[in-house]
């Protein structure tokens, strides 16, 4: 069965420090893998993607991350946080074989500190 | 503008009654999802639709109802055997085409109350 995990419900991290949310999963064949990032009562918001190639992905407003297929992590980061990085953050798989289906993470709520 | 359109964003109902939440889109996407958020939860799937007439139960399908007799639209129910229906609803969509490697577009969401 398809899972993400985010082990941390909040990380806090003081402006221009970087930051660093993680995203562990578990999926049968090969992963797409996702980061959306969510505002108070709005929908979720697309950052960046993995599908293949370089392990490393650059996406909206700074964001990256690095897929590591030994480790099964997929962590989001930005070198220099701003406070209007506060928000919710979601990570989600989908498997590159069977259903479409799209499985989140329980977020992550990042906390950056003027 | 293209996108997901959700209606209404804020709703209240009383316990027992059905509410059907309304998903509209314009993207000519051919994939459409239900999910759930309460808090400390993260999302969950309630219903998918990949093609019109035809949609497939998520993981917590209980208590919902979907249909989808257009390309366009996925309007989601909440019966009276939902038991806990008060949260925040999402609808998302999702092209097939074009090799499936992309992500979902979510509307903004419907937040319904039970009281």
């Known amino acids: 069965a398809q899972s993400v995990a985010q082990p941390e419900d909040q990380v806090n991290v003081a402006e221009g420090n970087p930051l660093t949310v993680k995203c562990t999963y578990s999926?049968?064949?090969?992963?797409?893998l996702f980061w959306y990032v969510q505002y108070p009562n709005r929908g979720l918001q697309f950052l960046l993607k993995?599908?293949?190639?370089?392990?490393l992905v650059k996406g909206s407003y700074g964001f990256e991350a690095e897929f590591n297929k030994s480790q099964t992590s997929f962590h989001l980061k930005k070198p220099s946080a701003l406070v209007s990085d506060s928000a919710l953050y979601f990570c989600a798989v989908r498997s590159a074989s069977g259903t479409y289906k799209y499985i989140f993470g329980t977020g992550t709520r990042l906390k950056v500190l003027a | 503008d293209g996108g997901i359109t959700q209606s209404p964003k804020y709703l209240f109902r009383k316990e027992g009654q059905n509410v059907t939440l309304s998903c509209e889109q314009n993207?000519?996407?051919?994939?459409m999802y239900w999910y759930r958020q309460d808090p400390g939860q993260g999302l969950r799937l309630i219903y998918y639709?990949?093609?019109?007439?035809?949609?497939q139960k998520g993981d917590i399908a209980e208590g919902y109802s979907v249909s989808r007799e257009k390309k366009e639209s996925f309007p989601l129910t909440v019966t009276s055997a939902q038991k806990n229906p008060t949260a925040f609803y999402l609808c998302a969509s999702s092209p097939l085409t074009g090799g499936a490697f992309r992500e979902l577009f979510f509307g903004e969401g419907s937040r319904l109350t039970v009281l």
């Open positions: 639709s990949q093609i019109v007439n035809d949609f």
């Open positions: 999926v049968s064949g090969n992963p797409y």
């Open positions: 993995y599908i293949t190639g370089d392990n």
């Open positions: 993207l000519n996407h051919d994939a």
